[in-house]
């Protein structure tokens, strides 16, 4: 079954981080992805950029509006994401107390609803 780890941090905190720390969480990053890649789990999964970056779409009566900006102002802000094919929720939860995300921020997970 398809779960979603999503990756919940404190985003100006991250951005602030010295070279040598970035360069530590990049490696604890790689080292996850290349433990999920081993075991067969990993079905993708990506970082995403500051939320300054994003853009908001609503189109309540059909009509689109278009926001730039963040969706919502929170001291967490979702950071990246890893899709895994796992046999439970147990083996989805045991996987995401190990990301780096868990040590540095908070992780979600969600099972995913296949539509079709």
Known sequence: MQHLLMIYGDESKMLANPPEAVAEITAAYAA??????KAGVWVGGNRLRPTST?????????????????????KEQLGGYYLIDVPDLDAALSWASKCP???????????IWPVY
């Open 32 to 37: 996850y992805t290349e433990a999920l890649q």
């Open 54 to 74: 994003g853009t908001v779409v609503r189109a309540p009566n059909g009509t689109a509006s278009v926001l730039n900006g963040p969706y919502a102002e929170t």
């Open 101 to 111: 995300g868990a040590k540095y921020g908070t992780m979600e997970v969600r099972p």
